[in-house]
């Protein structure tokens, strides 16, 4: 069992940045591949980012791509998503999940989940 907890969520303006924590207990976190997802209102969970159990490698939606960086501390048993250049689109709730099998962009394939923090772009 591994619980996740997102912080780092707000309000920020157009052009602005934002860095989301995850915390995870337990000690078997550095075994998870790890992602961030988000969901707007009236829109499906999108695929956001994921990294690798190693942090080797690491794996963006073409809408984020070259703005947001994921990251990971498997000391601290934490999952980074540092955004910048914030555009209103990305007004979402956001989700860490853990993933026990390959580096995927499946929402399916991620068996934990955060409650979610949100962020709102203001134009």
């Known amino acids: 069992q591994v619980q996740l907890v997102e912080s780092g969520g707000g309000l920020v303006q157009t052009g602005g940045s934002l860095r989301l924590s995850c915390a995870a207990s337990?000690?078997?976190?550095?075994?998870?591949?790890m992602g961030w997802f988000r969901q707007a209102p009236g829109k499906e969970r999108e695929f956001v980012a994921a990294?690798?159990?190693?942090?080797?490698?690491?794996y963006y939606d073409d809408s984020v791509k070259g703005r947001f960086t994921i990251s990971r501390d498997n000391v601290e048993n934490t999952v980074y998503l540092q955004m910048n250049n914030l555009k209103p689109e990305d007004t979402a709730v956001y989700y860490c999940?853990?993933?026990?099998?390959?580096?995927?962009?499946?929402?399916?394939?991620?068996?934990?989940w955060g409650q979610g923090t949100q962020v709102t772009v203001s134009s």
């Open positions: 337990g000690r078997t976190f550095r075994t998870y591949v």
């Open positions: 999940a853990a993933n026990p099998g390959v580096l995927s962009s499946r929402p399916n394939e991620f068996i934990y």
């Open positions: 990294i690798s159990r190693s942090a080797g490698i690491t």
